[in-house]
């Protein structure tokens, strides 16, 4: 596997392989490899944003000349209209998207490391994110939320739908747990070394809340365990929020029919 070392110098390799034409304006490294280098193990990838001049946008996400430039690519598909995931030959993994300048305030991002850029081009690490503007949900909307997804997968689950009932008990309503624990402020003393993930609220939960993630085994116990991961689920919110005792006992009712 890729060690921290060779990420990096993959990085450095694709900076110098743009600085070379003329329509790159800047290469921008985000995540393990942008500002938090102290998270960078064998299983990290490259997170980065490539910046062009206006009009070369669409060329540099149809095109692999300028990454086969620096290593042989075995695989690449775009995934978003804006990036790809990569995988050079090598084994590196990579996600990256493609902006002309004009687009950056218009996105959402975390903020980055500069690995290159023209003298010409602002300061794209300082460049702020784009702050959602409705409020943050509360405690009791993510409560609630939680127990109407154990709810409604429990009654899919008695229908025989399996597969969208394990979705929203041991998906769904366990995100809410995930929101739940932040809210709590469970988070260990050096918690800001682990580093939050602003789009990935799952990202290093175990260390971020180690009086949670052992409670996890239970609430996920796998596809034929709906109700006794509800059950689970229930139990928590019961201990850390204000649960509506109605859809409490509606919940445990479904469990009980389901297991007779």
């Not at 598909?77 to 990036?83: S, Y």
């Not at 300082?126 to 503007?133: E, F, P």
Request: aromatic share 8%.
């Amino acid at each position: 596997m890729p060690s921290p070392v060779q990420l990096l110098a993959r990085l450095d390799a694709l900076a110098a392989a743009l600085r070379e034409r003329g329509d790159a304006l800047a290469l921008l490294a985000l995540g393990s490899v942008g500002l938090d280098t102290h998270r960078l193990d064998q299983h990290s990838d490259l997170d980065f944003f490539v910046i062009v001049a206006p009009g070369a946008k669409l060329r540099y996400l149809g095109a692999l000349d300028w990454l086969e430039q620096v290593h042989p690519v075995a695989f690449s598909f775009r995934n978003t209209p804006d990036g790809c995931k990569l995988l050079f030959e090598d084994g590196i993994f990579a996600e990256y998207a493609v902006f002309e300048l004009g687009e950056l305030p218009h996105i959402s991002y975390t903020t980055g490391r500069v690995v290159w850029k023209r003298e010409d081009v602002p300061d794209l690490a300082a460049a702020s994110s784009v702050q959602a503007t409705r409020p943050a949900p509360s405690r009791d909307w993510h409560t609630n939320e939680a127990l109407t997804h154990l709810l409604v997968g429990l009654h899919r689950e008695a229908r025989g739908e399996r597969l969208t009932a394990t979705r929203f008990i041991q998906g769904y309503a366990v995100d809410q747990i995930l929101a739940l624990a932040a809210l709590r402020g469970a988070e260990q003393d050096g918690a800001e070394q682990s580093g939050a993930d602003l789009f990935m609220p799952e990202r290093r939960f175990e260390l971020r809340f180690p009086g949670v993630a052992p409670l996890l085994p239970g609430m996920m116990q796998g596809y034929g365990s709906n109700q006794a991961s509800a059950r689970c689920i229930l139990a928590w919110l019961e201990a850390h929020s204000n649960v509506h005792p109605h859809l409490a006992a509606a919940i445990r009712q479904l469990c009980h029919q389901q297991d007779a």
